[in-house]
Nanobody, 123 residues
């Protein structure tokens, strides 16, 4: 049974930083593409960053160097460092896992999702 559990969200002032974590179990971590998405109220889930199965690293354009994705295969964990946060970054952040190759920016490609962690950025 695959489980993804996010943690690390919270309330932060604009300009601040947070580190999100995603703990995975029930899957061979290195055999999956792993990604971070976010969803604000009334909006669709949008891509933030991902590791492809071939090892590539991908970021959404809006990240612009502010966020850094990393992973620790030995711990079956993935992280997202959020820097220079803005109020528009407020959303529920989700991690996902997919066995598919390519197109890691599309939520429909993902087989598994965590429950999400709330990030709120105050102005």
């Amino acid at each position: 049974q695959v489980q993804l559990v996010e943690s690390g969200g919270g309330l932060v002032q604009a300009g601040g930083s947070l580190t999100l974590s995603c703990a995975a179990s029930g899957l061979t971590f290195g055999s999956y593409a792993m990604g971070w998405f976010r969803q604000a109220p009334g909006k669709e889930r949008e891509f933030v960053a991902a590791f492809g199965r071939s090892g590539g690293t991908y970021y959404a354009d809006f990240v612009k160097g502010r966020f850094i994705i990393s992973r620790d295969n030995a711990k079956n964990a993935m992280y997202l460092l959020l820097n220079s946060l803005k109020p528009e970054d407020t959303a529920v952040y989700y991690c996902g896992a997919t066995s598919a190759f390519g197109a890691v920016a599309f939520p429909s490609r993902y087989n598994y999702w965590g429950q999400g962690t709330q990030v709120t950025v105050s102005s």
